[in-house]
């Protein structure tokens, strides 16, 4: 890690870990960096990136080699999330759909047919997924869910309706979370699957650089064979835990990425005849953020140790993504102010990540919701049911 | 196709480096090393000509254990096997020595590597190697064909490209621009793990040259700022000649 590592964790990495994420830092920097702006700034993913993430094996990383992952553990995970959030969130939303929200489901619950047929091509990403369960109505509180499924002769028919679907517009392969006899059950719905539509979500001011889309199930027939073997709210929350770990390394990334702009900006900025970071009021602004960014790297570091050795809860999970977004969308405000007006300009990556955090503080359980899962842990009393 | 890629490990370029305690050495404390950038275009041939022929790439480099990180990076790139020669502070020659030492038993078909390392830039080694082993060597190649057992290779020169035939076994020596290096792979990464390196230790043979002092460059080269008479700007121009020395 070249770039903001105070306490040293670089010296806790095994030589995979430096190798990899040392080429990965240099994709960041001379693939994501210069063509980045320009996706936000006109809304367009930027495609030509996936093949070479797909390349590099940010698809799968704790998947294992025989069906087309890395088969490197979740330190490896979370420390590439952390880079390539550094670029920016959509990119790493974009590698947190494919790997811990489709990949991870079909690898665990998959038949042995379903990850055969589609984890490589995932990987490779000649298959793009997507995640369906939040709905219109049914954000913080999916058990509500509408979408639902009934059972035919030959398989499923499937009608509801999902949003805030990342990739869903580009997707070959959705997991659909659905009720079946009252039981949310997961579903693969493939591309073209005759009453499936996947209209893309226009007019964000934020995450402009990812594809948002909408879902959209009438009368849609699932074969038999598309099910997984899963049922319950748990086989969705289980993905979202494998995500959220990944968005606790990457909100640091993003607050890496602000914080060294606000840094280079205060030595160069001059004000009154001396550089603005000679002022106390920007030294306790950079203080501030350095800490909180290596408390987030420190928690992160030990989470991943509990990740690796399968013993963390999803409530370390949403601890760590409840602190870290909050301390990422803290940072970049506070990283926008110290670039004055200059800071809401794309020529900084500021105002970018600031204006993606903001999602990242609400996808993937909000950041009151973590509170939440907390507050039950703590209190044994769940506030929210 | 069995292929040989010589590698070495060098200061990051953005690295800044210190004298060492003894005045004739880099002190390795804080620096962070890398494979040597035109070592990357070098390995980078090999693993082609080997997607395109198929054979063995084998990496090989020769210094302190810690040297090894450089060689896993070269089998995260793609190399089948990589060979550490131990062996510290040698001269161009030694270094030479000791790798054509390595591949007379190995019957290479081509050796590959990096026109200089970037750390002593003494730009020796791929001819001495090519010499010892009585085979062609052509150096700084941009540009690189193979067809059968003949070889085309071009070169930049001053004004202009010359392009130079020579058969195989052959050294060739890569300049910037040769290809553009791949990116290590996750799964290759973790494979690389699994890769044998061979550790020897290097073969006696007397040093040519010894290096007697090594120091950072002046300080007292500071900046000068002149005004835009004509007397100013010709004392820009006698500084630049006279001074600086680069015009």
Known sequence: ?385 | MNILVCVSRVPDTATKVFVGADGKSIDPKGVKFILNPYDEFALEEGLRLKEKNGGNVTAITIGSPEATEILRTALAMGADDAVLIKGDNLDSYQVAYNISEHAKAKNYDIIFAGKQSVDFDSGQVPSLVAAMLDIPSISVVSKLEINGATLLAERDIEGGKEVLEASLPCLVSAQKGLNEPRYPKLPDIMKAKKKPIEELDAKPADAKVSVISMELPSKERVGKILGDSDADISEIVRSLHEEAKVI
């Open chain 1, 1 to 385: 890690m070249k770039n903001t590592d105070f306490f040293d964790i670089k010296s806790l990495l095994t030589e995979e870990h430096k190798l990899f994420i040392d080429s990965l830092s240099d994709f960041v920097d001379i693939e994501i960096l210069p063509v980045i702006e320009e996706h936000f700034l006109e809304g367009t993913y930027p495609s030509e990136l996936t093949l070479k993430l797909a390349e590099l094996g940010i698809f799968g990383i704790t998947i294992p080699q025989e069906y087309g992952g890395a088969g490197a553990d979740y330190l490896m995970y979370g420390l590439a999330m952390q880079e390539l959030e550094r670029g920016d969130s959509a990119i790493r939303s974009f590698a947190s759909v494919q790997s811990s929200l489709v990949m991870y489901p079909i690898y665990k619950y998959g038949s042995e047919n379903q990850k055969n047929k589609w984890l490589p091509k995932l990987a490779s990403a000649e298959s793009i997924g997507c995640f369906g369960l939040t709905e219109p109505d049914f954000g913080s509180n999916p058990a509500g869910m509408l979408t639902n499924a009934v059972k035919t002769r030959s398989g499923y028919l499937l009608n509801g309706a999902k949003m805030w679907i990342t990739n869903g517009t580009l997707a070959d392969i959705a997991i659909v979370w659905a009720k079946l006899d009252g039981i949310v059950h997961g579903f693969l719905v493939e591309k073209g699957t005759p009453g499936f539509s996947a209209p893309e979500m226009k007019g964000k001011h934020s995450l402009r650089a990812s594809v948002t889309s909408e879902l959209i199930f009438q009368d849609c027939e699932i074969p038999e064979e598309n099910i997984l073997n899963i049922s319950g709210l748990k086989g969705p929350l289980s993905c979202l835990t494998q995500a959220r770990y990944g968005i606790a390394w990457g909100a640091v990334g993003a607050a890496i990425a602000v914080y060294e702009s606000a840094v280079e900006y205060s030595k160069t900025r001059i004000q009154f005849g001396k550089p603005i970071g000679a002022f106390q009021l920007v030294q306790e602004k950079l203080a501030y953020m350095l800490t909180e960014i290596s408390k987030a790297q420190l928690i992160n570091f030990r989470l991943a140790q509990l990740m690796d050795g399968g013993n963390a809860t999803p409530q370390h999970v949403s601890f760590a993504k409840r602190n870290n977004v909050r301390m990422a969308l803290d940072c970049a405000r506070i990283a926008r102010e110290i670039h004055g007006a200059n800071g809401i300009l794309s020529e900084y990556p500021v105002m970018r990540h600031a204006a993606n955090l903001e999602s990242v503080l609400t996808y993937e359980g909000t950041h009151d919701i973590h509170t939440l899962i907390l507050g039950q842990h703590i209190t044994g009393i769940a506030a929210y049911e």
